[in-house]
């Protein structure tokens, strides 16, 4: 019953959970009673920043970490300004097989300005386009240990925009694997007393 309960409160959705044991007629039965308090999931943020460079930047944040009670993981995100914007969506889903098996992604597209100096001390200007993702597959091996498999795709490209044009950088891809273990043995999500966290990844 403590495993059982431990699993349940480090999913994250309860911000509380207690038990309670009844007797029966029948010195032989009790009845258990299992108390839980759903805490809110879904949040939304958004906000305006201001620089002399950048002007305006404003930004919002939509999330939920159990989208419709399934213990799926969402977020969307997007910042819009007078030369930077940026674009993202993740989605995660924690039981794809019935054996724990998960399966992540992330999408993401972002313009940002970048400066580049010659020998001469002169600079150009250039906008860069980035527009990636990335998959992620997990595996439980034991009660406190999950493993990972994940895989990055990424495009960069450069679009000229001020100074000389014979100073700019080259068009880029990048592909990449990576593998990871954690383990987590803490007794509270939000309040741990106990236990610790670990985690490994190479790329």
Do not use: C, W
Not at 120 to 140: C, H, Q, S, V, W
Not at 169 to 175: E, N
């Amino acid at each position: 019953i403590d495993g059982s309960l431990r699993r349940v409160l480090m999913l994250g959705y309860f911000d509380e959970l207690s038990r309670d044991f009844s007797e029966e007629d029948n010195p032989d039965e009790t009845v258990l009673t299992i108390n839980l308090k759903e805490r809110k999931t879904g949040a939304a943020t958004f906000g305006v920043a201001y620089s002399s460079a950048e002007k305006l930047v404003g930004f919002v944040e939509v999330s939920d970490e159990n989208f419709l009670g399934r213990g799926q993981k969402i977020k969307l995100n997007a910042s819009l300004g007078k030369s930077r914007n940026a674009f993202e969506f993740g989605f995660f889903e924690p039981y794809i097989t019935k054996s724990g098996i998960s399966l992540g992604t992330n999408l993401y597209r972002k313009v940002e300005p970048v400066e580049r100096e010659n020998d001469a001390e002169e600079i150009t200007t250039m906008k860069k386009t980035t527009i990636g993702g990335d998959l992620t597959l997990g595996r439980p091996f034991t009660e406190f240990t999950v493993g990972r498999l994940t895989l990055k795709m990424e495009n960069s490209s450069y679009a000229h925009v001020d100074g000389p044009e014979d100073n700019l950088y080259k068009d880029s891809r990048h592909r990449s694997i990576g593998v990871g273990m954690n383990t987590n043995t803490v007794d509270h999500p939000f309040f741990p007393t106990e236990g610790d966290k670990s985690d490994g990844y190479l790329e």
